[in-house]
């Protein structure tokens, strides 16, 4: 198949969140399978020019109603062929997403872009992958164009998070070049003064994915639906979910090399070391039988951080145990994570901020690892968590829900622990009952081996995505 993918950011040039690691991964795994890939992507100033050779191989115009933007496109000297359109007046912002009042145009300009390089390149997709709110024009697009190249050409929308939604007003409309064909946005939103991208995407696109089966079905419920629940019901047989894979590659004990020892599940000795590690590079002693509660995430209300207070404060006081947190994000939980720290200096190490490194190192030498998400359209870092041998605490939804099984003692069966119910008595309950598991060091062993079996790779999950493809060309 011939594939075109569009998206807003994509690993290692240009990341917030985990669509950028699924676009670093799910296009290079379709590439190794035999199928014609190309990406096109923003060219950020963000962009980290050192992770590959660029080359210059045209100029272009993108005409947005009264606006005119001069493009130069750059191809990434990696397989798949990364295409990025440079258009400093769009994407020299120091930052991959603002509240500009042109931010609607960052996003036109690259899925307008996106199909001129077809046409240069003489490429005709047969699938159109659009990633989030910032390529969810496209399926519209190529509907109202009625271009012989794209008659054929099938779209397929991947919802990442459904809270954003590229919502703007109405006026916006010109520089959308779709004027002739107003009557094919959404008219009630239109009446009240906006146009909303993510909804265009979900009734013109062919097939409607998101990253987890249970996110899937969350979103055509009205708790989780943002506004959007009744579109998503009324084409519920066209809305799957696919859960994101990981690359091994980048996120593998054996072989990662921000790791100072490597290990694997047959031999998990140097896991104890990477723990020590990790302690003492913190400032923290190194306790022997003391377990390690390990968190990096961005610190915002979705992913469950109000929880923490008084939680928190109490189990550290009265269970032992030590907290390394890797994030930043919103004020209130900075605060709340360096006042632990404060009451805490010999349990708690806060690194405000984001590090790499780090992030590997707290997955490898953790015990555990808390995920109490409100929400998880999908979530990474549970499965890199298996992997590592770090046991996850987790809140049932989402892809948290799809990946982490709950622990029974009885059966040895179960990866993490699991609360359904996401308040402080779900939260202290989780801890505790994973608390009270490492202490008994044959079950918690058992634990640890089940997390590691697990199989989440791309080779995986990208066979999902290829008979969606297949799906969608049937329709033909």
């Known amino acids: 198949m011939n594939l075109l993918f569009v998206a807003s950011e994509m690993a290692p040039f240009a990341k917030t969140g985990g669509l950028a690691d699924v676009m670093g991964a799910l296009p290079a795994y379709l590439h190794r399978a035999g199928h014609d890939v190309r990406v096109v992507l923003p060219m950020y100033d963000k962009v980290d020019t050192t992770k590959a050779t660029f080359i210059g191989i045209m100029d272009l115009e993108v005409v947005l109603g009264a606006h005119r933007y001069a493009c130069k496109i750059f191809r990434c000297g990696l397989t798949p062929p990364v295409y990025l359109v440079h258009c400093p007046a769009l994407y020299a912002r120091g930052r991959l997403y603002t509240s500009d009042a042109d931010e609607h145009r960052r996003f036109l300009a690259l899925q307008f872009a996106a199909l001129s390089i077809c046409r240069r390149l003489d490429f005709t997709p047969d699938v159109i992958h659009c990633h989030d709110w910032q390529a969810a024009l496209l399926p519209m697009i190529i509907k109202v164009l009625k271009e012989p190249r794209f008659a054929r050409t099938r779209t397929l929308l991947t919802i990442h998070n459904l809270m954003y ?27 009240a003064g906006g146009v909303n991208f993510l909804l265009q995407g979900i009734l013109y696109a062919d097939g409607v994915s998101t990253v987890s089966p249970t996110y899937a079905k969350e979103i055509q419920g009205e708790k989780y639906g943002a506004g959007l629940d009744a579109y998503l019901r009324a084409r519920s047989a066209t809305v799957v979910g696919i859960l994101n894979g990981v690359d091994y590659g980048e996120w593998s004990p054996e072989r990662d090399p921000h790791i100072p020892h490597n290990y694997g599940a047959d031999d998990l000795a140097n896991k104890a070391r990477d723990k020590a590690h990790l302690l ?8 022997d039988g003391v377990p390690v509660l390990g968190v990096v995430s961005r610190l915002v209300g979705q992913k469950g951080f109000s929880l923490f207070d008084p939680v928190m404060f109490e189990l550290l006081r009265t269970r032992g145990f030590q907290l390394v947190v890797l994030g930043s994000g919103e004020p209130r939980f900075e605060a709340m994570f360096r006042e632990l720290q404060r009451q805490f200096p010999r349990q708690v190490c806060f690194y405000n901020g984001f590090k790499n490194d780090l992030a590997h190192l707290i997955e490898a030498g953790s015990d555990m690892f808390l995920m109490p998400s409100v929400y998880e359209p999908c979530g990474l870092n549970q499965l890199y968590s298996l992997r590592y041998g770090t046991v996850p605490i987790v809140h049932r939804t989402g892809g948290l829900a799809d990946t982490v099984e709950q622990w029974t003692p009885r059966t040895g069966a179960g990866t993490g622990f699991v609360f359904d119910h996401h308040d402080h008595a779900g939260l202290r309950w989780a801890i505790e009952a994973a608390l009270a598991t490492y202490r008994e060091p044959a079950q918690w062993a058992r634990l640890v081996q089940n997390g590691m079996a697990r199989d989440y790779s791309w080779d995986t999950q990208g066979k999902l995505y290829e008979l969606v493809y297949q799906r969608l060309l049937r329709l033909t």
Do not use: C, K, N
Not at 165 to 183: K, L, N, R
């Open 165 to 191: 939604q590229g919502s703007f007003p109405v006026s916006i409309g010109p520089d959308t070049e779709m004027t002739s064909v107003a009557h094919l946005f959404h008219q009630d939103l239109m009446r």
């Open 280 to 287: 003492t590079s913190l400032g923290l002693p190194y306790l």
